[in-house]
């Protein structure tokens, strides 16, 4: 529990306020600082790039490095640039900072990844994993609540303040938890190789089952999950549906993230890794199909489909990747699949430019989300029976 806690609260830091901070007090930042829309255009733009940097750097070069010293080292970068965004007034100082957040979060958890899978019970890997996860849902919350508050009392400035002094108790935190870790190696990965070079990771990606829909996955789910989010405000105004409409969808997504990270980590644990992705797909799918369909009645709906499946699959992937690979190997292609998760999201989000150009609505963007949504689900009922059919042979194999 201890480690759950305190990964989840590196997870609040690094991608709740380090990622998504910003986005929840630009409007009052604006009203004090000349950030106009091209730095806003800028800001997403490198931030993710950043954070596809980092997430390559971490699948090329992250095993050479000790993981615990990665987290301790991106919480650091983190907090610290935190605390400097609350006295910055230059809008290129703050793309600047914003960028180097976005990259220390993609490391900050991939070295989570690993160590969780190096020190958790191999019967609890999942349960930890997807718990650890959902700390970004944690950090929508708190950005809530500063925004409730905090902000209209002292300013946007304490909003980052604040958030800078959390992550200094994290980082205090996860030293204390290093510390008592180093005595309880889990030994469970031994006998599968420790890491894999630049090569032999892309080897491993194309050519083995586990890695290529680790890999497909991360990618089908940015390619729904980003445009979704990004234009779920803009949709909701053209079809002239109140803005509050669009708060409840979030909020009831952060909520739902909050619980699914240990629920589905533990039905990861218990019934297999296949029906876990199965049932949080089917959640996302039935909220996306239901908002297409009807965007005033099911938005809300969809909120909790997104909140059930975006939050811990991050975890329930790195646990399936781990039954078959080292904690160091699957932090590598936990690394690139966050890349092709940027690069899911980066193709759904142009395709929605394009959709929204060419037809002057983004009521089909919703449908070709629904699609990729239904796609997973189908790619989660090929993942259940194959666990099933190597069970089979693994039990038959025995009986011989």
Known sequence: MRMITTFGMNQIISHG???????????????????????????????????????????????????????????????????????????????????????????????????????????????????????????????????????????????????GMLGVVSIILTFLLLKSLKARAVTHSQGKAAALSSRELFRVIVQERVAFFACLICFMVGFATMPFSTWLNVYLAELMLPPALGGYTWTVAGITGMAAGFLSGKLADSKGHGVALFVVFTGFAMGVLGFAYNPAYFAVFAGFGYGLMYFPMWGIIAGWVNQHYSSTATMQINGIGMVAFGLGGTLGNLIAGLVQELSGSLQGVYWVITIDALLLVLLAIYICRSERQVEKHYVNSLLW
Do not use: K
């Not at 800028?42 to 954070?51: K, P």
């Open 17 to 163: 306020f380090g990622v998504f901070l910003f986005a929840a007090l630009v409007p009052m930042m604006r009203e004090s600082l000349d950030i106009s829309h091209w730095h806003l255009a800028a800001i997403g733009a490198l931030t993710q790039l950043s954070y596809l940097g980092g997430a390559m750097l971490l699948g090329l070069i992250g095993h050479r490095i000790d993981s615990g010293r990665l987290v301790l080292m991106s919480g650091s970068v983190t907090s610290s640039l935190l605390l400097v965004m609350a006295v910055l007034d230059d809008p290129i100082g703050i793309l600047l900072v914003l960028t180097c957040m976005a990259a220390s979060a993609a490391i900050s958890w991939g070295a989570i990844v690993e160590l969780i899978t190096r020190f958790a019970r191999p019967a609890l890997c999942s349960t930890c994993l997807s718990s650890a996860s959902s700390g970004t849902a944690w950090g929508y919350g708190l950005n809530g609540l500063f925004i409730l508050l905090v902000v209209p009392f002292l300013g946007w400035r304490s909003g980052w303040l604040l958030a």
